[in-house]
């Protein structure tokens, strides 16, 4: 079968470095990336920090500059959004009305932010912030306003809360589960985040139950199930996200909780493939199945995208790794901590800095380090290798961290 066109659809991360991977593999036949985005492919991280405090913009995020596509013969389609793939034809219909053949196709859509589905959801001043758009209408709202609501208490909604308290707004952060990033970190770090966002000024409600968003012509307040009215001329809302599949599905391709790969990032239609966020893998770090949204995932993931297309396929199997930075606190993970049943704390929490190591059964499965670079860099290789130091030896000061490499 020849190999002369590639489509992405797509124009994120994982989007980008498919073609990117795909130029550095020698691949020499035509790469174009449809995206539904004005923008050229950027990095999202920034969204939520230094551009909402204006420390970057527009230009600054982007993965390339703009000449990196002409320069490596790929043909970037902005502002078309795929409407349908043709199988069997091997054809993708826009929105345009373009119609684009493939030999070898790849699915890295992303996801969308979870509506919250509640009264007042869609007043003006409801915001969610997932795109360059959806951080430029914040970014602006929030310069005009003073109170300021997030509902949700996970990565996003922390990093925008500290980003707001920094910039002197009335920050409240409603958080429904027991405590903040509950299904990513341990409780060691959720108290210290707790502690750290309260000593900035931001007001943590957990076991947060709304009844409803209140305003007229704006958001104006949210309501508890508890009668507590909170007053606020703003609100985020950061309650998760769903992966785009629709257009896999409509594909006939199978998907559940994501577009299902194999190990390889190829889908049930052997000449398409798939990467990032929308993507449901096998992780060998998850035991099983597992969709992860974070840019580790996207890059490396697409890497093995592009290697099936090229015809050297290798296996996917990275160890998962994130970070998250809330006003001057720097959290950093790596592994998947399901079934932890140990914790073994290394550093001080007084300090603001320290790590946190997760066993399950005497297995090392997972560490979260906060402002401790060398420890989550040690991290990153005792989960890649497999390697189980003691925790009695872990939570020893005295012994150097990287010395448990050796075993």
């Known amino acids: 079968m020849s190999l002369d066109r590639v489509v992405i659809i797509g124009a994120g991360q994982a989007g980008f470095q498919v073609a990117a991977s795909l130029r550095q593999g020698g691949y020499e036949g035509s790469v174009t990336i449809v995206g539904d985005e004005n923008n050229i492919p950027y990095q999202r991280p ?7 405090k204006h420390l970057a913009d527009e230009t600054s995020i982007q993965l390339r500059p703009d000449n990196f596509y002409a320069d490596n013969r790929i043909e970037l389609i902005k502002g078309d959004k795929v409407e349908r793939i043709d199988r069997a ?19 890295t859509t992303g996801t969308r932010p979870r509506p919250l589905d509640l009264p007042g959801a869609n007043l003006p001043g409801v915001h969610a912030l997932r795109s360059f758009l959806h951080a430029a209408d914040l970014r602006d709202d929030i310069q005009q306003r003073q109170s300021i609501v997030i509902i949700g208490g996970g990565f996003i909604g922390l990093e925008v809360a500290a980003c707001a308290a920094g910039l002197g707004k009335t920050v409240t952060v409603l958080e429904y589960a027991p405590r903040l990033m509950g ?13 750290y966002h309260e000593s900035i000024g931001v007001r943590i409600i957990t076991d947060a139950r709304i009844e409803r968003i209140d305003g007229v012509a704006r958001a104006t307040s949210v309501s508890l199930q508890n009668g507590q009215q909170i007053q606020c001329d703003l609100i985020l809302v950061g309650v ?22 194999d190990e390889f990032a190829v889908t049930s239609d052997a000449d398409i493939v798939s990467a990032g966020d929308c993507t449901n893998h096998p992780n060998p770090f998850a035991n099983g199945r597992f969709r992860l949204e974070s840019v580790q995932n996207a890059i490396d993931q697409a890497k093995v995208a592009a290697a099936s297309i090229l015809g050297t396929a290798c296996a996917y199997r990275a160890a998962p790794w994130f970070w998250s930075d809330q ?12 079934g932890t049943d140990e914790l073994v704390v290394r550093g001080s929490p007084d300090e603001k800095k320290f790590s946190v190591f997760h066993y399950r059964e005497g297995k090392l499965i997972a ?10 860099m040690v991290a990153r290789k005792l ?25």
Not at 327 to 336: A, E, P
Not at 395 to 402: A, F
Request: a negative charge; one cysteine or more.
């Open 327 to 338: 006003g001057d606190i720097k959290l950093q993970t790596v592994g998947l901590p399901l």
């Open 183 to 195: 299904r990513a970190v341990s409780t060691v770090s959720s108290d210290f985040f707790k502690a």
């Open 240 to 261: 998760g996200a769903l992966p785009n599949v629709e257009l896999a599905e409509h594909a006939g391709l199978d998907c559940d909780n994501g577009i299902l790969v």
């Open 367 to 376: 560490v979260e380090s906060i402002n401790s670079a060398g420890d989550h």
């Open 46 to 52: 920034p969204l939520s920090k230094a551009y909402l």
């Open 383 to 407: 989960i890649t290798t497999g390697a189980s130091p003691a925790p009695v030896r872990v939570c020893d000061s005295t012994v150097e961290l990287k010395s448990l490499l050796a075993g």
């Open 89 to 107: 034809a091997k054809v993708i219909v826009t929105a345009s009305g373009r119609e684009l053949g493939y030999d070898k196709l790849a699915i």
